[in-house]
């Protein structure tokens, strides 16, 4: 069994997933991301991009292939071991707002701190302070039914950054917000990641989010692909054609 490279901190090798429809999600994926790296996951919806997340992050076992974090593996893990490690030290924002409907804005934020045994004033206090970063400060004591759908994905986002995860895996995290909250929460997501060292892999199908990231990897049915990118060359109404993935 070949080890990871020391420098990266999620390393995946030869990953194959099917759908329970037999549809393939994932064929042969390897990748590996760097401490501290912003990776970005791009291609169309169906793609595979949702079902490497899940892999990586444990929450879905690949049915062959191999998943490391910092040199462990991950593939080889029980259910509880993997349970553990998601709570410890991964966090998720996924594409549409879920939370606990009987518990407010910030209790909702501060919920990973309070599993991993944090007191409730410490964990308060970090919830309260990314909902403030992400201009939702003013809610704090509302349940989820009390709020739109972009403010209960601004506390998605918060609970996932309140914990100070290893590495973040967030898949289309932007997907329910208008275009002007969606570029306030990237800014703070990706500002957020690089000012506390946190790993992000960020699944999207839009390039201005993609452009964020330090580095992108582009799916294509269920595979890797590169993208060649060609001189501009104008059609006949005047636009631009620039690239070509093989």
Same mark, same amino acid.
């Given at each position: 069994?070949?080890?990871?490279?020391?420098?990266?901190?999620?390393?995946?090798?030869?990953?194959? %997933?099917?759908?329970?429809?037999?549809?393939?999600?994932?064929?042969?994926?390897?990748? @590996?991301?760097?401490?501290?790296?912003?990776?970005?996951?791009?291609?169309?919806? @169906?793609?595979?991009?949702?079902?490497?997340?899940?892999?990586?992050?444990?929450?879905?076992?690949?049915?062959?292939?191999?998943?490391? %974090?910092?040199?462990?593996?991950?593939?080889?893990?029980?259910?509880?071991?993997?349970?553990?490690?998601?709570?410890?030290? %991964?966090?998720?924002?996924?594409?549409?707002?879920?939370?606990?409907?009987?518990?407010?804005?910030?209790?909702?934020?501060?919920?990973?701190?309070?599993?991993? @045994?944090?007191?409730?004033?410490?964990?308060?206090?970090?919830?309260?302070?990314?909902?403030?970063?992400?201009?939702?400060?003013?809610?704090?004591?509302?349940?989820?039914?009390?709020?739109?759908?972009?403010?209960?994905?601004?506390?998605?986002?918060?609970?996932?950054?309140?914990?100070?995860?290893?590495?973040?895996?967030?898949?289309?995290?932007?997907?329910?917000?208008?275009?002007?909250?969606?570029?306030?929460?990237?800014?703070?997501?990706?500002?957020?990641?690089?000012?506390?060292?946190?790993?992000?892999?960020?699944?999207?199908?839009?390039?201005?989010?993609?452009?964020?990231?330090?580095?992108?990897?582009?799916?294509?049915?269920?595979?890797?692909?590169?993208?060649?990118?060609?001189?501009?060359?104008?059609?006949?109404?005047?636009?631009?054609?620039?690239?070509?993935?093989?």
């Amino acid at each position: 069994m070949e080890a990871p490279p020391d420098n990266d901190v999620l390393w995946a090798r030869s990953l194959h %997933f099917t759908h329970h429809d037999g549809s393939p999600a994932l064929q042969g994926v390897s990748l @590996g991301v760097r401490e501290g790296e912003i990776l970005a996951v791009s291609g169309p919806r @169906g793609s595979g991009k949702t079902a490497l997340l899940r892999c990586l992050s444990g929450i879905t076992p690949a049915q062959r292939g191999e998943v490391w %974090f910092n040199s462990v593996p991950v593939h080889t893990m029980g259910p509880m071991t993997r349970e553990r490690l998601r709570r410890d030290r %991964f966090g998720w924002i996924d594409s549409a707002p879920v939370l606990v409907p009987e518990l407010n804005a910030w209790e909702n934020a501060a919920l990973p701190l309070m599993l991993r @045994g944090t007191g409730r004033r410490r964990a308060r206090t970090a919830a309260l302070e990314w909902l403030e970063r992400l201009d939702i400060g003013d809610r704090t004591r509302c349940r989820p039914h009390e709020l739109t759908q972009p403010e209960r994905q601004r506390v998605c986002v918060a609970r996932a950054l309140a914990p100070s995860p290893s590495v973040l895996f967030a898949d289309e995290p932007t997907a329910p917000l208008h275009r002007a909250d969606r570029a306030h929460v990237l800014r703070t997501l990706t500002t957020a990641a690089r000012s506390h060292g946190i790993t992000v892999v960020l699944a999207t199908h839009d390039p201005d989010t993609a452009a964020l990231a330090d580095r992108t990897v582009t799916l294509l049915d269920g595979r890797r692909v590169n993208t060649v990118h060609l001189p501009p060359m104008a059609d006949s109404e005047g636009r631009t054609a620039c690239s070509l993935s093989v």
